[in-house]
């Protein structure tokens, strides 16, 4: 029975041979714009429908029928219906054995069911070979046409030659199958499209965490402090000064956050004296978003760099600038030249520059185009050494702007520091714990561990015998 659609089925259909007939149930959005595109690809469409006669806008060309008899006229039944709505195929059971039965379908929530709705659809139609396929495109997309970011169509299924069927169905429309395996991979692949950007979420909840903590710690140093002590109105402040320290030192935070959870799994590992024991969930999560981590930083680093090119031409800056000016020719004084004063000054904006360079270095290899190109040792070389190198420069520009005024009691203001003393802690954290793991006798240790030696060999040994440990 199983050659009946291995000889008929054309890997790609020619105008010469007959039309291959696909039988699509629900004549909903779905079911509607999957037929004009399967016509479009010179399929023949038959559509099941509870009332054949009122259906109405569907593509011209196609046939709706009962949903019994359309499902006769096909061995490819493609299901566009909520799951919801399955329970009438139990009185279809005959007519759809032996077919292939296509789910498509998706829920509202993740993990809304205890099975997945493919798994489902193969517990109410035992005698079906259910494939679940095209639930990551949407009705739109198949009709627009705009289908660029879309176009991965994922496939999986417990019968083979079913599932080969269907991603000859998928190539022919012009999508790109992609073989995820039998039907356990369902749940995965319908929970999919109801995931919302699940790596950007941590970056994004910290950068705002970051920024509105720097922003209000600014406001009430920059804005609040002088209202009260000289009632001064500084609240100019809130729109480029503010923004411009709070910028880079989210950056600075960010990407310092993006070397902490290697650092953090350095230690754990030379504590427990063996890396086959698995990371806390939390720190599993970090080290898989630290690419985003990187990006959303270097986002912050690009404001940072636009906000400080605008400094000449603010009105406030001229100001301070003309009235410094016009105070020396009244007092007939000139401000003698400071050489250190123009050494910080100059290699506060060299490192800044050297290390907004590097950074974007990073960000365009950790686009998949480029990553792409080259090895897993050029990889690393790139995203770690340069890394902590571009680390290093953008922590030397914050300490290096603090210049003489850093830790001075003067730059205090009811006893709080300068915003970037603080954005400095977690850098300087990270930094100083890297350069000790690097030590000989310590990177020693680590390596040993990362190529499988164990410290407490015996015991885990014992343990896999099941003898007890006491
Ligand atoms: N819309 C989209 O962009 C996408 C949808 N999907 C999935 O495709 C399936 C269909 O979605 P969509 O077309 O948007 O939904 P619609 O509500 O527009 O269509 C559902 C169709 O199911 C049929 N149906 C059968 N039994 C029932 C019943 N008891 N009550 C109501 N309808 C019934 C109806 O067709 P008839 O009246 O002819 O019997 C109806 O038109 C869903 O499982 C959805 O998750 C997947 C990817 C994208
Ligand atoms: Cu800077």
């Known amino acids: 029975m199983e050659k009946t659609y291995t000889n008929t089925f054309p ?15 629900g004549t909903g959005d779905f ?11 010179g399929y023949s469409v038959v559509f099941g429908s509870r009332n054949p006669q009122m259906s109405s806008l569907l593509p011209s060309g196609a046939e709706v029928l009962s949903y019994s008899e359309a499902a006769q006229k096909s061995d490819v039944v493609i299901l566009t219906i909520h799951r919801e709505h399955y329970g009438f195929l139990t009185e279809l059971t005959e007519v759809l054995k032996e077919k292939v039965l296509v789910d498509v379908s998706n829920n509202l929530k993740i993990n809304q069911y205890p099975e997945s709705n493919a798994e489902y659809l193969a517990q109410l139609v035992p005698g079906a070979h259910v494939v679940k396929a095209f639930n990551t495109i949407s009705a739109w997309a198949l009709q627009s046409g705009a289908m660029d970011a879309s176009r991965q169509v994922f496939v999986c299924g417990n019968d083979g030659k079913a599932k080969q069927r269907v991603v000859d169905i998928v190539r022919t429309l012009g999508l790109t199958p992609l073989d995820q395996g039998s039907l356990l991979a369902a749940n995965e692949i319908e929970n999919y499209p109801l995931q919302l950007f699940p790596m950007w979420r941590l970056p994004f909840y910290l950068s705002a965490a970051l920024g509105l903590f720097f922003f209000s710690y600014c406001v009430l140093r920059d804005v ?8 001064q109105d500084s609240t100019f402040r809130l729109a480029i000064s503010i923004p411009n320290r709070v910028f880079p030192i989210t950056a600075l935070i960010l990407l310092a956050l993006v070397y902490f959870p290697g650092v953090i799994a350095a230690i754990l590992q030379l504590y ?3 890396k086959y024991r698995r990371f806390p969930a939390w720190l599993d999560h970090w080290m898989l978003c630290r690419k985003q981590l990187g990006l959303v930083a270097l986002g912050f680093a690009f404001l940072h760099v636009i906000y400080t090119l605008v400094i000449p031409i603010r009105y406030y800056v001229r100001w301070r600038l003309r009235n410094i000016t016009i105070a020396q020719i009244m007092d007939k004084k000139e401000n003698p030249f400071s050489a250190s004063s123009a050494w910080l000054s100059d290699s506060y904006v060299s490192l800044g520059i050297l290390g907004f360079f590097l950074f974007v270095l990073l960000g365009i290899t950790s686009l998949p185009s480029v990553s792409n190109t080259v090895n897993w040792r050029e990889f690393r070389f790139v995203q770690s050494k340069l890394g902590y190198l571009t680390l290093i420069l953008c922590t030397a520009h914050t300490l290096v702007y603090g210049g003489k005024r850093f830790l001075s009691p003067l730059s205090l203001r009811w006893g709080l520091p300068s915003a970037y003393v603080l954005a400095l802690v977690i850098p300087c954290t990270v930094l100083v714990t890297k350069f000790i793991l690097i030590m000989p006798c310590i990177d020693k240790t680590l390596t040993r561990i990362r190529q499988g030696w164990e410290r407490n060999y015996k015991y885990s040994k014992s343990a896999l015998n099941g003898r007890s440990d006491i």
């Open 224 to 231: 609040i402090y002088p209202y009260i002590n000289e009632k």
């Open 31 to 41: 079911g509607r714009s999957l037929g004009y595109k399967m016509l479009q690809c």
């Open 272 to 274: 427990r004296g063996t």
């Open 11 to 25: 890997l790609t259909m020619t105008s010469s041979e007959k039309q291959e007939t696909i039988c699509i149930f």
